[in-house]
Each structure stands twice: as C-alpha cells, then as structure tokens.
C-alpha cells in the first residue's frame, strides 16, 4: 500500500501520530463537525520532516481559519504513487487540497494529468508548498506545472535565512505581509517559468543566481484557484507565524472566502492562535525527533538510549572525543589528538541482545565510516581503553557489516545502501538484530539482511558509538537513539515490507 488516509481531529497531539505507513484515526472533536471548510492535506515523499509537517499545516491552519482535516501520508520514495490518485474523482467533497509532497520520480503521464483533473472535475481548491513544485517532474506532461503556476527544476544551497519582498501591495492575501520578511531558515527554489495567469506576490533573493526568485503567487487554472509558496523546507518556518498567517490567507482566497482587507469572510475565522499542542525543543518540532515520531509495535516498550542534552548512561572519552550539541552526539578528533584505534561511547547501563535502534547519523568531515556496535565487549587496544569486539554495523561511507578484531568484513553492500544515502546530510536508520541475524534499513529502505554463520559469536553487550581511527581531523553526528528490547521481527520504518 502506498498510501494511508487518516482522519485527523482539529486540534492534534503529537503522542498520538502515526508513523510512516501506520495509521490510528484520531477521534474527531466537537468543533470539527461544525468548521465550515472541509481540507485534504496530501504529504510525503522524500527530503522532509513530514511528521512534523503534518502537525504544523492542520493545527497551526485551524488556528487561523474554519476547517477540518483528512490526511494523506504517502512514503519516502520519490516515485511512490499514492493511491488517492487512483480515481479521476479523488477531490470529490473537499473545499480545498494541500498539496505538501515530494515525488519528484513519478514519470506516469496519465497518473499526473489525473490529479490535476480531479482537481478540476471536483473544483477543489489548492495551496501547493515547497516541493509540489519539484514533484511528478519526471512525467513528460507540463499540466501538473501549468496547474501549480510555476515551472522548477532546481533549488539553491539551504540552509539560510532568505530575503523576502512583498511584490503585490493591493492582493487580500498580502495585506498582512510585512513589506521585508527574513525567514528563519530556507531553501530557495529557482523558477524557471512563470505561467500566464499567474500572479507574483513575494519575491526572495537568490545568491546563487543572482536574482529575485517567486516564491509566493496565485494562479488560476480552469476553474480552480490556487495558492503556492516555494517556501517551507524547514519547521522553523513553516511554524512561523507569518509563514501560517499568509498560507491561511491564501487558502481562504483559493476557496473564496478571504475579504479585501486579508480578513476571513464571517464565520471563516479558526480557533485562535495559540500554543501548539505538542512541545518539542521549545515548542518547535526538529528533525532530531524522527527516531520518537515512529511508533513501534504495541508488544514493544522503546527506551531513549540519549537524553538530547547529556551523555549521561554512557561511558567512554567523554569531552575529549565525544560531546553534546544543539541535541546531537558529537564525535570528533583534531589532527593532533586522534585515537590510535578506533574508540567507542558505550552505554553502562546493561547489555543488549535482541534489539531494535532507530537512530539518525551524519558524515560531517572526512569520509572514514562511522558505525554502530552491538553484540560484543568493551576491548582495550594499542593503549585506548573504549575500543570493541563484536559486530559494528557501518554507515555512511562504507556501507556494510564488520566483525571488530576477529572476522573482519562479514558483510558488504550490494549497492542498496550506496543508493538510498543522503550524502553529506543525515541518514534515518532502523537497526534489527535478533538471534543471529541483522536488519538494516536506511531512509525508508531495507538495505541488507544477513545472518551470522557463527551464531556463538552473537553475545549480549552494550551498544557503541564508533569514531573511527584516523590521520585527519574527522566528524560524526549521532541523534534519536531510541532502542526496543525483544522486538517484533520486522522493519517498521520501510515503505515496502
């Protein structure tokens, strides 16, 4: 299945969300029987804190206008098709779609005009955000672009607060906008063409091409309304009370319901502004929670192996080799203190057998590998207490398998895990290791299934951060660390089991 539709109560909680593929209706409060707009939030794909995004959009939108929510959730491929597409009239009885996806693979002609069709057959309207603009790109069709206002291919380095200009003084939508907006972070798209009944509304200024991008307009396709906004890769943005304030704007002028002077029509206004109702970092949901957003089986009781703030349960060179950062495990070495062996940060606490870990890593400098160690003892050698025997799962350079001091290389990648890592940004990772045999799956993918022929060798020990050995100054991250005990013997993070 490529795709789960979960019905969603206006105001959510983050304890209840289901992890990718997972679904667990939500019961819907009083106040969603009487909204007066009925939305569909379409989300997904690669590249983005959806999880997140999915808290942020329905909530932070409610707040601010008289809606309430059905959801689509697809998966982590690029070229996943979601099955809510499947019928030309998939948008029957919504007011509006929310367009938040990324599926930039998918090359069916016929399965992207017919988004667009259900769009004009049901005439719902639409907020298109981010990569909308980059999805359904590979199908040799332009009415998926024609349909969003804009045509892009590429996106400029993120990373950085963008330089927002307010373009359209007179539109309804604009009227709150500030006339200079610096947005807390962002990733800035590059519009190649924009069409003809398309309305520019904001602009942001590229570094890299040297010019002033769209990144806020209208357009108007057929019979169908539509607002987009190339901006909104990061949280921090996306839950920015200007960012919200301005795409609930647009959502009501797309459903006509958004006076001249930017106010909602009477009885169109949403339940107020607020506090979000799930606290995460402050109140802003991070990235560095993916490893606590996926809900494990119900026989399952995860533990967090890392508190986001201290290294406290964990032994091992501690300042000197391995620190705490803005919520991640840093492992780094200068060029003049490097360990002469590999060294490890290992938990203290207990030892572990059967096990699932869901973490995130990070290559940050050099490209020696990184790892995590299981199954094994603490191992003191050439001097360096902190080292391992046992079993080291490799990530991201060198993707494989390593029995540490005895067998050396047990296991190396068949070109899946090359293939699914984000390099050079973070890599979500699910860990399954029961009896003798080792699951690995990365970005959604299962990467590598291998049983140890010497099962003997498989003995409970505690779990290790590796930094490797090494003549140059190096860097891993390390965030999430969510570990269960005697888990289920499947994969919960894959988008195909």
């Known amino acids: 299945m490529t795709s789960q539709r979960v019905m969603l109560a206006v105001v959510l909680c983050l304890t209840s969300w289901p992890a990718y593929g997972q679904t667990q209706p939500a019961a819907i409060a009083p106040e969603a029987a009487q909204t007066k707009l009925k939305g569909l939030l379409i989300t997904g794909g690669c590249c983005h804190d959806y999880v997140r ?43 509006i779609v929310v367009h938040n996806e990324c599926f930039g693979s998918v090359d069916d002609v016929e399965f992207v005009e017919r988004i667009v ?44 607060q963008l330089d927002v200009s307010r373009v359209n003084h007179e539109h309804p939508i604009t009227k709150g906008f500030p006339e200079k907006w610096q947005t807390p972070n962002g990733e800035l798209y590059v519009i190649e063409n924009v069409w003809p009944k398309t309305t520019p509304l904001a602009t942001a200024y590229g570094i890299d091409t040297k010019q002033q991008q769209v990144c806020m307009w209208t357009n108007e396709f057929e019979n169908v309304k539509v607002f987009g906004t190339t901006l909104g890769h990061h949280n921090e943005t ?13 959502a009501l002028w797309a459903v006509g319901k958004l006076k001249d002077d930017g106010e909602p029509a009477p009885g169109y206004a949403g339940t107020g502004k607020g506090p979000f109702s799930f606290q995460v970092s402050a109140g802003m949901p991070t990235e560095a929670d993916w490893s606590r957003s ?95 025997q046992g079993h080291l799962v490799m990530f991201p350079a060198n993707w494989g398998f390593w029995d540490l001091y005895r067998r050396n290389s047990i296991y190396k990648d068949d070109g899946r895990a090359k293939q699914a890592d ?76």
Not at 128 to 150: D, E, N, P
Not at 320 to 347: C, E, H, K, M, W
């Open 53 to 95: 995004q999915v808290l942020i959009l329905t909530e932070g939108l409610s707040q601010r206008m008289s809606i309430s929510w059905d959801i689509v959730h697809g998966m982590t491929e690029r070229e996943t098709k979601l099955d809510v597409y499947s019928k030309e009239d998939w948008a029957k009885g919504y007011d």
């Open 117 to 160: 069709k259900g769009h004009v057959k049901s005439g719902a309207a639409a907020v298109v955000i981010h990569c909308s603009m980059h999805s359904y790109r590979a199908a040799k069709t332009q009415q998926w672009r024609k349909f969003l206002g804009v045509t892009s291919q590429r996106h400029e380095k993120g990373g950085r």
């Open 238 to 250: 996306m839950m920015s009370d200007v960012w919200l304030d301005t795409v609930a704007r647009g």
């Open 294 to 388: 996926v809900r494990f089986p119900e026989s399952e009781k995860p533990v967090a192996l890392f508190d986001g703030k201290t290294l406290d349960g964990w032994k091992g060179h501690k300042e000197r080799y391995f620190t705490v950062q803005d919520g991640v495990i840093v492992a780094r070495n200068s060029v003049d203190d490097a360990p002469p062996v590999s060294t490890y940060l290992l938990t203290e606490r207990k030892n572990y057998r059967n096990l699932r870990l869901l973490f995130e890593g990070k290559l940050v400098r050099s490209r020696m590998h990184s790892g995590i160690a299981l199954w094994g003892q603490q191992f003191g050698m050439n001097g360096e207490p902190n080292s391992y």
């Open 422 to 497: 984000h390099v050079g940004d973070w890599n979500r990772m699910e860990i399954l290791a029961i009896d003798s045999r080792i699951r690995l799956a990365v970005n959604g993918v299962e990467v590598a299934d291998w049983t140890d022929p010497k099962p003997e060798l498989c003995q409970p020990g505690p779990i290790g951060l590796q930094l490797h050995s090494n003549r140059v100054a190096q860097e891993v991250h390390f965030r999430g660390l969510v570990l269960s005990e005697n888990p289920e013997p499947r994969l919960i993070t894959v988008s195909k089991p």
